[in-house]
């Protein structure tokens, strides 16, 4: 069966420095999105991406975040300049239509600690 | 905005016990309602999900009506296993809005 992928499982890096978390959707899919959650919280919507725009965003994505579709397989999420309440487990989805009707498809997740 | 509140956890059941775990929502219009898992160490997966008034999802044992009048999308199973365990997650979705708004999540534990 198809399924999201994400790297790497685990990423720990030190406050103030970028860093860049990947997907791969699965592979007809044409809507993406990330969500995080910071332990013991809810999951959150952070953007969904369409068409190589941003169709939708959350308050939490600032201008600190980023997302691009490098090419026909990645989705990435960059965050700048990391701050210490970044730290979080991400999560990538993806839906074959929009993912207001359709269903939505997580990854494993990323495990982001800033130090 | 959009809005689900779902029973607090952590549920610690034995097998073969019946599961009910609440979910309610706040939303206008008729969202679309799910129930997703995350068995250890994995992603969320889709359980089930219902997308109109009085419909019924179920999948593996697991069912949830979807309940206009009380807004409410309760998950039941009848006889849980061990295999269960997991967080379950409750949540909705908006034609006309990308995202799905979680509740925090219900951990179960089922003991042999």
């Known amino acids: 069966e198809p399924e999201v992928t994400q790297t790497p499982s685990h990423q720990v890096t030190q406050m103030g420095q970028e860093v860049i978390l990947r997907c791969v959707p699965i592979?007809?899919?044409?809507?993406f999105y990330w969500y995080r959650q910071i332990l013991g919280q809810k999951v959150e919507f952070l953007v969904s991406?369409?068409?190589?725009?941003?169709?939708?965003k959350s308050e939490i994505f600032d201008d600190q975040f980023s997302v691009e579709r490098p090419d026909g397989s990645n989705f990435t999420l960059k965050i700048r300049s990391t701050k210490l309440e970044d730290s979080a487990m991400y999560f990538c989805?993806?839906?074959?239509?929009?993912?207001?009707?359709?269903?939505?498809?997580f990854g494993p997740g990323t495990r982001l600690t800033v130090l | 905005g959009d809005s689900v509140t779902q029973m607090e956890g952590p549920v610690t059941l034995s097998e073969e016990a019946f599961l009910t775990i609440n979910c309610t929502y706040t939303a206008t219009g008729y969202p679309s309602l799910f129930w997703y898992v995350q068995y250890p160490g994995e992603g969320l997966q889709l359980l089930l999900k219902a997308t109109k008034a009085d419909d019924k999802g179920s999948n593996k044992g697991f069912e949830a009506t979807y309940r206009k009048e009380t807004t409410s999308f309760h998950l039941e199973k009848g006889s849980v296993q061990v295999s269960d365990s997991a967080v379950y997650f409750c949540g909705i979705s908006q034609g006309g809005s990308e995202k799905l708004v979680f509740g925090k999540g219900t951990k179960l534990t089922v003991n042999p």
């Open positions: 592979s007809n899919h044409l809507y």
């Open positions: 989805a993806s839906s074959a239509r929009s993912g207001g009707t359709d269903t939505q498809y």
């Open positions: 991406f369409y068409n190589n725009e941003i169709s939708e």
